[in-house]
């Protein structure tokens, strides 16, 4: 295929725009967990009175620098968006995912100014979180569209799922998302330390004790029922991998992830919760978010929608 004039610019750019939004969601956990969000104080968007402040303390650095990142990567993720827009006009999905992606970088930022103002609500808290994860999801299935409509890539293998099988992928989806705000919650309650003990909570397979207790519990049992759904799903497509060649792949790769996260929760629990456990954790199911993201946009694509990039979808 002949490569299209600004064919490798705008593929790089997408590359760096959806690993900078990995880096933004990863640095606002740093930043929740250090507890660094009034490092600025209540100032917004200058940083206690200045556009560059004194670096004071630990808290002040990590504040400091998240806004800058945000800044920074939310520039190259519009950019994208801009570009991408103009380049694939015709393409429903590429509006769809321009509008995702800006949309919820400006809600993003929008609500990490509130969260700043207001001195961290915890609904505005855990929304900035969700609206993080949107905004990396949507720049990184732009950049999906963008290299397949470069490539070609994917054209091939685009084939209607069985009902039953889009029910259980969206499904696993909107699981893990709940699961992702369930743990976030029990963050913002620093519940995580009233599980001594993995697998067993306080000794116990069934523990006792207070509501916080049993808030970790049940993001523990949320994780057994997430590592269920996706080993049915991979079942499930392992009958079915010959023909959907790009998504059993991408399953085998959700599988891992889901054993990879439990290991990291284990991992965080034996740390006594220690910064880099927990950033191993958060960092490995932001992936996870976004694989199961892209499979789940694979689920919902229509077998005839897609063309050339003349003709674009």
């Known amino acids: ?28 956990f740093l930043d929740t967990l250090t507890r660094s969000a009034l490092g600025c104080g209540q100032d917004w968007p200058l940083c ?49 995912f321009v509008m995702l992606s800006v949309g919820f970088i400006v ?8 969260a700043v103002l207001f001195v961290n609500p915890p609904v505005v808290l855990a929304l900035h979180l969700g609206f993080g994860l949107m905004a990396l999801v949507g720049t990184m299935l ?97 009958r079915q991998r010959q023909r959907y060649r790009d998504l059993w792949p991408a399953t085998v790769v959700v599988a891992v992830l889901v054993a990879t996260q439990i290991a990291s929760g284990a991992l965080l629990v034996f740390s006594h919760l220690a910064t880099g456990p927990y950033l191993l954790h958060v960092g490995n199911l932001t992936i996870l978010f976004s694989v199961l993201s892209y499979l789940t946009f694979r689920s919902l694509e229509s077998p005839n929608r897609y063309s050339s990039r003349a003709n674009q979808y």
């Open 1 to 28: 295929m002949t490569a299209h004039r600004g064919s490798g610019a705008i593929k790089t750019l997408a590359v760096v725009a959806t690993l900078g939004m990995f880096l933004v969601d990863m640095v606002g």
């Open 48 to 96: 206690n009175g200045k556009v560059v402040p004194t670096f004071g303390n630990i808290h002040v650095v990590i504040e400091f620098t998240h806004r800058a990142i945000v800044a920074g990567f939310a520039f190259i993720a519009v950019l994208l968006a801009i570009w991408a827009w103009q380049r694939y006009r015709t393409s429903r999905p590429v509006k769809a």
């Open 107 to 114: 809600l993003q930022s929008g609500l990490g100014a509130l």
């Open 142 to 238: 732009l950049a999906v569209m963008v290299f397949r409509l470069e490539t070609g890539v994917g054209k091939q293998n685009r084939v209607q799922l069985p009902l039953g099988l889009r029910r259980l992928i969206i499904a696993t989806w909107v699981y893990t998302f709940v699961a992702i705000y369930w743990g976030s919650y029990v963050a913002f309650r620093d519940a995580g330390r009233f599980c001594q003990g993995w697998p067993l909570c306080n000794g116990h397979l069934i523990p006792t004790g207070g509501g916080l207790v049993w808030l970790d519990y049940v993001h523990r049992l949320a994780a057994v029922g997430l590592a269920v759904l996706v080993t049915v799903l991979l079942i499930d497509l392992y």
